[in-house]
C-alpha cells in the first residue's frame, strides 16, 4: 500500500505542508522536509518551481522565481532527494506543473519518483481526461498516486469522474481563486464543502488554498480528512528562515 493510502486510514485529521524546493535556499530542501516531519505534519507537499506558475498566488510564485535563481530544477530535486527515506517515512508529494514533466519525460520522471520514494504528484495543469486516457497506466506502473484539484465551480458530474480515476486523496480547493492566506471562511465556502460531503465520494479530500492558522485548519477539516498549508508556510520561511519550523507547526495543531 502507498503511503498516502496508509496515512488517509488514520483516525486524525492530517496536516500538509507545501514548500517550494530551493526557496528560501537552493540546498534547504531537506533539512525543511526533515524539520517539518518532525513537527508532527503528516504530508508533505514539494513544489517543483516553474516559471509560469498559473494556479499560485503571489507569495508562492515569488518563492518559485528566487528558487529557479537559485538553481533549482527537476534534476536538482531528483539529487538533493535520492537519500531522503533514509531519515523520512512519511508521505513525499511533488506538486508542479507539467511541462517540467513533459520535458524530463514523462515515464522517466515517473520512475525517478519512485527510486526516490515519491508516493504521489499534484500537477494543477493536466486534466483528469488527458492523464486517463494517456499517462494513468504510466503512473500505476510506477505506484504513483496523482492527486487531482477539484473547486466549487467543478461540477458533480466531473467531480465522480475524479473520484472514479483517483486513488488517494481529491484536494478541494477552498474557493475560485490563486493560492494564498486568508482569515476564515465564509457561508459560500461551508455550503461547498458539505456539497462536497454529501456527495459520499470514494476517496477522502483534503482542503488546500486559504488555511494560514488553527482557525482555517479546524474548519476546513470540519468537513474533510485533512487541510493543507502553503502560502502561509512559505510566509513564515521568509520572514523567519527554517530555524524556527516547529513553532509554526505548533500553532497549527495546538
Known amino acids: 500500500m502507498n503511503r498516502i493510502q496508509e496515512k488517509l486510514k488514520e483516525d486524525k485529521k492530517l496536516l500538509s505542508i507545501y514548500f517550494t524546493a530551493g526557496y528560501p535556499n537552493l540546498d534547504e530542501t531537506v533539512k525543511i522536509i526533515q524539520d517539518l516531519e518532525k513537527s508532527g505534519v503528516d504530508m508533505i507537499e514539494i513544489g517543483l518551481p516553474f516559471s509560469d506558475p498559473l494556479a499560485d498566488g503571489p507569495t508562492i510564485q515569488d518563492s518559485s522565481t528566487q528558487a529557479l535563481k537559485n538553481g533549482m530544477t527537476t534534476e536538482v530535486l531528483f539529487n538533493q532527494l535520492k537519500d531522503i527515506r533514509k531519515s523520512v517515512n512519511i508521505p513525499l ?16 520522471f515517473c520512475k525517478k519518483c519512485q527510486e526516490i520514494g515519491i508516493d504521489g504528484l499534484i500537477i494543477p495543469d493536466l486534466p483528469v481526461d488527458v492523464y486517463h486516457e494517456e499517462y ?60 462536497i460531503d454529501n456527495l459520499n465520494l470514494n476517496n477522502p479530500q483534503i482542503v ?47
Open 93 to 108: 508529494i511533488i506538486m508542479g506543473y507539467f511541462n517540467p514533466m513533459l520535458q524530463y519525460g514523462v515515464e522517466d
Open 136 to 195: 494513468q497506466s504510466t503512473f500505476e506502473k510506477y505506484g504513483l498516486i496523482n492527486v487531482f484539484l477539484i473547486t466549487p465551480q467543478t461540477s458533480d458530474e466531473r467531480i465522480k469522474f475524479i473520484d472514479s480515476v483517483s486513488n488517494g486523496f481529491i484536494y478541494m480547493v477552498s474557493s475560485a481563486s490563486t493560492t494564498g492566506a486568508k482569515s476564515g471562511f465564509g457561508d459560500e465556502q461551508t455550503e461547498y464543502f458539505e456539497r
Open 208 to 254: 488546500g488554498f486559504g488555511i494560514s492558522n488553527n482557525n482555517t485548519f479546524t474548519a476546513a477539516t470540519k468537513y474533510a480528512k485533512g487541510a493543507i498549508i502553503g502560502s502561509a508556510f512559505v510566509k513564515h520561511v521568509t520572514n523567519e528562515g527554517t530555524d524556527n519550523i516547529h513553532s509554526f507547526v505548533k500553532s497549527i495543531l495546538e
